[in-house]
């Protein structure tokens, strides 16, 4: 995905890059078919082989153009199974050409899922940038801090679900939600960094959390915003989110039509609450470096005697 952040489209990509990853069989992006093709041959527009599949099988409200097409028979040929390139489409990280959104510029700074929820909380406006910081270490927390509750409770797991639209993507996505996802540990993290309490006392509260774990919980939650803090700034780019299978307006996950006002006000909205979180990350790192230590236990009477390192020549009558 960072391959993308220049502007290239994902199909240029699908051309080379599906022969470099070791594996014993070609990993399949899923546009092959339609990379060997101009663009100007497919009426559709689908950029995808995914699309086109499931766009000329598709039962309810069909495509007019698919029944005259000269193309009819290879598109029921293509595997309607999907794939990388689709799945990024559906999830809004590319537009209908294949090129990055907003979104997914945001997503290409993290290696893992936590990048969808993050761009998916910057896009609602209502979401407090202040909460999502401490929001964001239930991303690690799995079933350890959640207790009785349920684990995906939050307001990070009700934006995702509704902007991913509750879909799954093993390894990524559960329902909408990314998968480590578990709720109190940004409970537990506000607890130590703000009311100063010790890991211990956090720990006990928690009946499966350990200190380990919880000093797992900080590392990571630490890293994800040192990821953010240096990551670089959005540019101002008019991209809409759009779904890869649907035509018109209402097929856009954003809800705005690219080349619009509303399309170039979503994008510097975005921009500035992207800015804004990531000040606020750097905020915190640099108010945690004094105590990022954790609280180490006494030393033991036999750590606190003297040692002495110096060396004695032994006497001649010790020597034998």
């Not at 339609?34 to 689908?46: D, Y």
């Not at 086109?52 to 007019?64: G, H």
């Not at 200190?211 to 670089?232: N, Y």
Request: charged content about 30%; overall charge positive; glycine content about 8%.
């Amino acid at each position: 995905m960072r391959q993308l952040r220049d502007g290239h489209s994902a199909l240029e990509v699908a051309r080379t890059a599906a022969g470099r990853f070791f594996a014993d069989q070609p990993i399949l992006l899923g546009a092959e078919a339609t990379a060997r093709r101009e663009l100007e041959e497919l009426p559709c527009g689908q950029r995808t082989d995914t699309g086109r599949a499931r766009l000329v099988r598709r039962q309810k409200n069909p495509s007019p153009l698919c029944p005259d097409c000269s193309l009819r028979e290879e598109c029921f040929q293509l595997s309607p199974q999907p794939a990388l390139l689709w799945q990024w489409q559906k999830l809004g990280l590319l537009d209908r050409e294949l090129r990055l959104t907003l979104r997914g510029k945001i997503v290409s700074f993290f290696l893992g899922p936590e990048g969808l929820a993050l761009a998916a909380a910057l896009e609602d406006g209502r979401y407090p940038l202040e909460d999502l910081v401490f929001d964001t270490a239930n991303l690690f927390a799995g079933d350890r801090f959640a207790g009785t509750n349920p684990r995906r409770l939050g307001r990070l797991v009700r934006v995702c679900e509704h902007t991913y639209r509750r879909i799954t993507i093993e390894g990524w996505l559960e329902h909408g939600v990314p998968t480590q996802y578990g709720s109190g540990a940004a409970e537990a993290v506000r607890a130590l960094v703000e009311q100063k309490a010790r890991r211990g006392e956090v720990a006990a509260a928690h009946e499966y959390a350990g200190r380990g774990d919880i000093d797992r919980l900080l590392t990571e939650w630490r890293s994800l915003l040192r990821q953010v803090a240096g990551a670089p700034a959005l540019k101002m780019v008019d991209c809409g989110m759009r779904n890869a299978e649907s035509e018109g307006p209402e097929s856009e996950a954003a809800g705005f039509k690219p080349g619009t006002r509303n399309a170039t006000t979503l994008s510097a909205v975005l921009a500035r609450r992207w800015d804004e979180f990531r000040g606020l990350c750097r905020a915190q790192l640099g108010a945690a470096k004094a105590d990022a230590l954790p609280n180490l236990p006494p030393l033991t009477a036999e750590q606190r005697r003297p040692v002495n390192h110096r060396f004695f020549r032994a006497t001649a009558a010790k020597r034998w």
